[in-house]
T-cell receptor, first 115, second 115 residues
């Protein structure tokens, strides 16, 4: 699986957009980009994923560069409840192979949303 | 709808005792995962169940750990003769199969403390 690099921490003012970058320069053609977050003392939470097109759901938007070597998770209007560690991972196409679907997280980006 | 539930939320046990941790996945999710997370650490995969297939036990740290999934739904993780190094948050996640294995939905976890 491709390695990802994220900044260790970021701050964002409440109500502003939070843009969290992720580098995955060794990503291969069949690998998806997934984002999870973990709020303190809670289990991880799936946010969004994409292959090459930009994606949007009720939680966030995912922008993937044309060369797919980096991506940005965008929380359009950050709130205090978005304070969490955000994890970017890349995985091969989600076929039904058990061992391929285990999640592993790196150190992630600790996002602090402030008033 | 209802998310993944786990019980108990907290468990304190004495070294050498056996413990059972329970997970109720989201209804209809055929894939179920157990992870553990030690303080300040990343996710450690333990075991994976997919439908009626043999579970992937490759992450279990020792033969003191076992898990079962009855009727394709509820799962129980059992730790025998607990040790202090077993202290961690044990997380259960579930997902749909067939293309959604990395969209994992996590329960709140069981915090296990071995004294």
């Amino acid at each position: 699986d491709a390695k990802t690099t994220q900044p260790p921490s970021m701050d964002c003012a409440e109500g502003r957009a939070a843009n969290l970058p992720c580098n995955h320069s060794t990503i291969s053609g069949n690998e998806y980009v997934y984002w999870y977050r973990q709020i303190h003392s809670q289990g991880p939470q799936y946010i969004i994923h994409g292959l090459k097109n930009n994606e949007t759901n009720e939680m966030a938007s995912l922008i993937i560069t044309e060369d797919r070597k980096s991506s940005t998770l965008i929380l359009p209007h950050a709130t205090l409840r978005d304070t969490a560690v955000y994890y970017c991972i890349v995985r091969v196409a989600p076929i039904d192979t058990g061992t391929a679907s285990k999640l592993t997280f790196g150190t992630g980006t600790r996002l602090q949303v402030t008033l | 709808g209802a998310g993944v539930s786990q019980s108990p939320s907290n468990k304190v046990t004495e070294k050498g005792k056996d413990v059972e941790l329970r997970c109720d996945p989201i209804s209809g999710h055929t894939a179920l995962y157990w992870y553990r997370q030690s303080l300040g650490q990343g996710l450690e995969f333990l075991i994976y169940f997919q439908g009626n297939s043999a579970p992937d036990k490759s992450g279990l740290p020792s033969d003191r750990f076992s898990a079962e999934r009855t009727g394709g739904s509820v799962s129980t993780l059992t730790i025998q003769r607990t040790q202090q190094e077993d202290s961690a948050v044990y997380l259960c996640a579930s997902s749909l199969a067939w293309g959604k294995l990395y969209e994992q939905y996590f329960g709140p976890g069981t915090r296990l403390t071995v004294t």
